[in-house]
T-cell receptor
Framework: DTGVSQDPRHKITKRGQNVTFRCDPI?????LYWYRQTLGQGPEFLTY????????KSRLLSDRFSAERPKGSFSTLEIQRTEQGDSAMYLC?????????????FGPGTRLTVL | GNSVTQMEGPVTLSEEAFLTINCTYT??????LFWYVQYPGEGLQLLLK?????DKGSNKGFEATYRKETTSFHLEKGSVQVSDSAVYFC??????????????FGSGTRLSIRP
């Protein structure tokens, strides 16, 4: 049984560089979510996809952030021109559209450090 | 907007003590309510859930009851163990058929259990 996987688990980059993270959801799940978690806080919603369609984006998702899910399977989250304030844990989750209570299964996260 | 407020930590208890972590929410409609747990070095896991008023969610000796009249979902356990040491997040979702399917998390409560 494979859960949600994320790659890489850790990323250290210099300010101004671009980074890209990948998320592989549970195979039959049609919804995929990205969250950001800073130290001492709960996760904050960034965006979500139903199949390949991006249906909602948070105001936290500035123009430097872009997410894709081209074939309705894995997703990528790219951050351009990284800033120190982007340092956080980026979490991916997936769920079934027809779940009666919208249970989301979370991956282990990608920890980003911007120097 | 919708929000979750939970008891600030850290909470430190002795083994076999009784645990309560308070959680209140603000939401329109009929949200689903969750407790997620994050063990050291691991990803977020769903601990328990409740989808309608007066439902009681339970798992691993933990319980929480959906109280619409007090907009609360307090987490309780009768006898904690060292292995329960983790960060606990109260959370809500606007419901399975809402187009806004993100989960809104509280800020988390760190629990430490002394042997």
């Amino acid at each position: 049984d494979t859960g949600v996987s994320q790659d890489p688990r850790h990323k250290i980059t210099k300010r101004g560089q671009n980074v890209t993270f990948r998320c592989d959801p549970i195979s039959e799940h049609n919804r995929l979510y990205w969250y950001r978690q800073t130290l001492g806080q709960g996760p904050e919603f960034l965006t979500y996809f139903q199949n390949e369609a991006q249906l909602e984006k948070s105001r936290l998702l500035s123009d430097r952030f872009s997410a894709e899910r081209p074939k309705g399977s894995f997703s990528t989250l790219e951050i351009q021109r990284t800033e120190q304030g982007d340092s956080a844990m980026y979490l991916c989750a997936s769920s079934l559209r027809d779940s009666s209570y919208n249970e989301q299964f979370f991956g282990p996260g990608t920890r980003l450090t911007v120097l | 907007g919708n929000s979750v407020t939970q008891m600030e930590g850290p909470v430190t208890l002795s083994e076999e003590a009784f645990l309560t972590i308070n959680c209140t929410y603000t939401a329109t409609g009929y949200p689903s309510l969750f407790w997620y747990v994050q063990y050291p070095g691991e990803g977020l896991q769903l601990l328990l859930k409740a989808t309608k008023a007066d439902d009681k969610g339970s798992n691993k000796g933990f319980e929480a009851t959906y109280r619409k009249e007090t907009t609360s979902f307090h987490l309780e356990k009768g006898s904690v163990q060292v292995s329960d040491s983790a960060v606990y997040f109260c959370a809500l979702s606007e419901g399975p058929y809402s187009s806004a399917s993100k989960i809104i998390f509280g800020s988390g409560t760190r629990l430490s259990i002394r042997p």
